[in-house]
């Protein structure tokens, strides 16, 4: 009898938690670079309003699909949307932009590059560093991982894509740059935010990082980062007020705080 | 009457706490089992295990896991090879040769080895031995298999030694008494008796090693270059472990899946080890 009655209340635990769950939560789902922007967004919302935000990392291009099947509320993307995603009644939001910035030893006397030779260099058409004016030397790539949101990132906007013939695939940012800062022949790639001294960063076709280039779109090797709606199927009233929320001037801090540089 | 029913309940926590650690291994074993054999079934077992190419994010995705199994053999072999002779050699010493006061700092010495967790041993490798390998083989960049033996020969060390040193250790006196009374010199007492009486003990210490060098996966990651590139001493290459360690964090999908029956493969490689080793071992001391 006993045990009757505590599954009995277990199930209408189990519907009534279901059920809040429906209604309450805001869903996201997709790129696994935003981690840390929509963990602080969804951590400020929940301690403004209670609500929670849930997010499911899957990459972007699950997370657009995540979006237009309906599956969550709003889907998070590392990419501009593309042709037939729009025409699928999908929106674009832009939320933030994220710049990745090229590094080199401070021995290393290149301190700028062309968007081209940085596309051959880690297609391992250019092998030395004298063909661009430094030293002679065997240029050294260094990357992130496969499934790293900055190596895609990188490869996507210096056209490399699935080309790029690494020496060293390390996990971390930091090891990238303890690695570049170690070999006098290295190259590597990290996010602005996450850039230290003891490295030299690029120029680009003369164009030095900052928020304002990368916000003018003078700095070309930048993401966008977005939050793709259903234009199909109207937001529910709670993530509604959080998608207004994640746009008003109050996320900008929360944006600029994960690293990357708020669109607005 | 009442010390009876008190041994009984000893007994029986004593047989939870035992079938935790049991329960445990098979909870892991099945874990890894279901969780790692739909990938394999929908790569395909043979095109997983001996294609030469992984490229998971690739428009043509291929999931070959070949160049990190042969990596993982070549690099604990190499490191096996490295790190056995050394710290053989230096059990014996310690355990029969040395003088008191050499083997009580050497003894400690090893111990603290083998308390250094191994993001230690990889942030050294990272910074000292892999520019030093750069500057003395003139390499381009110095991130190698050739890294990765070493740090990891330097890890089994204390493994072997102290396992090895309690094997000689226990070996019978009057095993070497006699030996020496029939007038063998001590190098050939130490060496055709002690070391021969140790050999299961010895073996123990190997196998050790062995696991220890085929599970590791923080240290080889700071210095093996982590490229998924058939090995080759002065190249790039992925471990079976830093494969699993490396790619979990981003990857979904058919990525991750495939990245838990790399953990099987890796799971069943330790088991197989460890059964060929144990199997020796039973068969000697019984011989």
Known sequence: ?264 | MKNKLFENIMQAIFLILGLIAVGFVLLISFYLIISGIPAILEIGVFKFLFSKSWAPTSPQENFGILPFILTSIYGTSGAVLIGLPIGFFSAVYLSKFAPKKIKLIAESAINLLAGIPSVVYGLVGMLVLVPLIKIIFSLPDGASLLAAILVLSLMILPSIIKVSINALEAVPKEYEYASLALGATETETVFKVSVKAAKSGIATAVVLGVCRVVGEAVAVIMVSGNVANMPSLFQSVRFLTSAVASEMAYSSGLHRNALFSIALVLFLFIMIINITLNFFIKRDRKG
């Open chain 1, 1 to 264: 009898m006993r045990k009757t009655i505590s599954v009995v209340l277990s199930i209408v635990l189990f519907i009534c938690l279901l059920g809040c769950k429906n209604n309450k939560n805001v869903s996201t789902d997709g790129s696994t670079s935003m981690e840390l922007i929509i963990g602080a967004l969804g951590e400020a919302y929940e301690m403004k309003t209670g609500i929670t935000v849930t997010y499911n990392p899957t990459g972007s291009s699950a997370g657009i699909k995540a979006v237009s099947e309906g599956r969550c509320d709003i889907g998070l993307a590392s990419r501009k949307l593309k042709k037939e995603e729009i025409e699928n009644g999908l929106k674009e939001t832009v939320l933030a932009l994220d710049g990745i910035v090229i590094i080199v030893n401070h021995k290393n006397p290149v301190g700028n590059l062309k968007m081209s030779q940085i596309s051959a260099i880690f297609k391992g058409e250019i092998r030395n560093w004298e063909q661009l004016g430094g030293d002679k030397g065997e240029i050294i790539l260094i990357g992130r991982e496969a499934g790293s949101g900055t190596r895609d990132g990188f490869e996507t906007a210096t056209d490399t894509l699935h080309k790029a013939k690494y020496r060293q695939e390390l996990t971390s940012s930091g090891d990238v740059i303890t690695t570049v800062s170690k070999n006098a022949f290295a190259i590597g790639y990290t996010s602005l935010s996450s850039v230290k001294n003891n490295v030299k960063t690029l120029r680009i076709d003369n164009v030095i990082p900052s928020e304002e280039t990368i916000k003018n779109g003078n700095y070309k090797v930048q993401r966008p980062f977005i939050a793709v709606t259903n234009e199909n199927k109207p937001l529910l009233e709670n993530s509604r007020n959080f998608f207004e929320f994640i746009t008003s001037e109050e996320a900008e801090d929360i944006i600029r705080f994960a690293g990357v540089f708020p669109a607005g």
